[in-house]
């Protein structure tokens, strides 16, 4: 079992910048795939970032392409999620999720890809 802890989610104006992080525990010593999903009020889910359990390889959502970028820091177990350039339609809650996997390449683009999620934290992006 993977454990995951969001923070970082907060007001911001249109144009700034935001940093959220992703805290893992438990079982986290087996490849873990990670990656972040925002939710939007009445909309699904949608695919924000994902990153290899080896860091080197990285997908982003068309949407945030050139203006968000995810790292991971092995040694302390955490995600992060560095977003510029906020947009009022990045406002959303954003969840942290995680999968095992024997792949050092492998990242997920799809909820069905994975098994473990935070609770969430809230991006507002509004002047």
């Known amino acids: 079992q993977v454990q995951l802890v969001e923070s970082g989610g907060e007001l911001v104006q249109p144009g700034g910048s935001l940093r959220l992080s992703c805290a893992t525990s438990g079982r986290t010593g087996s490849g873990i795939a990670m990656g972040w999903f925002r939710q939007a009020p009445g909309k699904e889910r949608n695919f924000v970032a994902g990153i290899s359990t080896s860091g080197t390889t990285t997908l982003y959502g068309d949407s945030v392409k050139g203006r968000f970028a995810i790292s991971r820091d092995t040694a302390k177990n955490t995600v992060s999620l560095e977003m510029n350039n906020l947009k009022p339609e990045d406002t959303a809650v954003y969840y942290c999720?995680?999968?095992?996997?024997?792949?050092?390449?492998?990242?997920?683009?799809?909820?069905?890809?994975?098994?473990?999620w935070g609770q969430g934290t809230q991006v507002t992006v509004s002047s």
């Open positions: 999720a995680a999968r095992y996997t024997m792949s050092y390449s492998y990242v997920g683009r799809k909820e069905s890809e994975y098994n473990f």
